[in-house]
């Protein structure tokens, strides 16, 4: 069993949607949860992080955070063709100094207008 | 703010020989680099994590001796991947973490080099 499992997709919405990506993950030392997004043949960027369980807002994107489940979720409202990207789900523990992320596949999102 | 540039961007070069890339960190200071690599569709898997002034260190199954890395100063760290195969065609992508970073320490990401071996 790999240590964090997210569905490559492509999830294909219509402009407007709600958008819900997910991720699981096995080690319970995660502390740190982080969602990246990655344009085609680009670096990835950071767009929110969470720490420990919980919910997280910022504009259009919400990240929540399930422990107890090892479950994390990012959700997209209002969903916009240029939000058509990979979104890579990313974790650390205390033990490498949260220096070290471990990455999910990604999921290929593509919003049509 | 916090920008990480690589150069080349995109390299073809022929089997057996070293291609070098560079990640630099454009407006802070850099203790800690980390190189990954990217197959497609595929997770970035940590090659090795380099800090300033010391040697790398590499994670379980990379050739230490076939990608040499250098982090000779705060803002610059270089990938030598040497004596090159079609199979090291890949994305390779660098991070940095700012030397001034809180606790969470965010790695900014550089834009990626796409080696391909011929």
């Known amino acids: 069993q790999k240590e964090v499992e997210q569905d490559p997709g492509p999830l294909s919405v219509p402009e407007g949607a709600i958008v819900s990506l997910n991720c699981t993950y096995s080690n319970s030392a995660f502390q740190y949860f982080m969602w990246y997004r990655q344009y085609s043949r680009k670096g990835p960027e950071l767009l929110m992080y969470?720490?420990?369980?919980g919910n997280k807002e910022d504009g259009r994107f919400t990240a929540q955070v399930d422990k107890s489940s090892k479950y994390i979720s990012l959700f997209i409202r209002d969903s916009q063709p240029s939000d058509s990207a990979t979104y890579l789900c990313a974790m650390s523990a205390k033990d490498s100094g949260y220096s070290t992320l471990t990455f999910g596949k990604g999921t290929m999102l593509l919003v049509s207008p | 703010g916090a920008v990480v540039s690589q150069h080349p961007s995109w390299v073809i070069c022929k089997s057996g020989t070293s291609v070098k890339i560079e990640c630099r960190s454009l407006?802070?200071?850099?203790?800690?680099m980390f190189w990954y690599r990217q197959f497609p569709k595929q997770s970035l898997m940590l090659m090795a994590t380099?800090?300033?002034?010391?040697?790398?260190?590499?994670e379980q199954g990379v050739e230490k001796d076939k990608f040499l890395i250098n982090h000779a100063s705060l803002t610059l760290s270089t990938l030598t991947v040497t004596s090159a195969h079609p199979e090291d065609s890949s994305f390779y992508i660098c991070?940095?973490?700012?030397?001034?970073?809180?606790?969470?320490?965010?790695?900014?990401f550089g834009p990626g080099t796409r080696l391909t071996v011929l």
């Open positions: 380099s800090n300033e002034g010391s040697k790398a260190t590499y």
């Open positions: 407006d802070f200071q850099a203790t800690t």
């Open positions: 991070s940095a973490r700012d030397r001034a970073g809180g606790i969470y320490n965010e790695q900014f």
């Open positions: 969470t720490y420990s369980s």
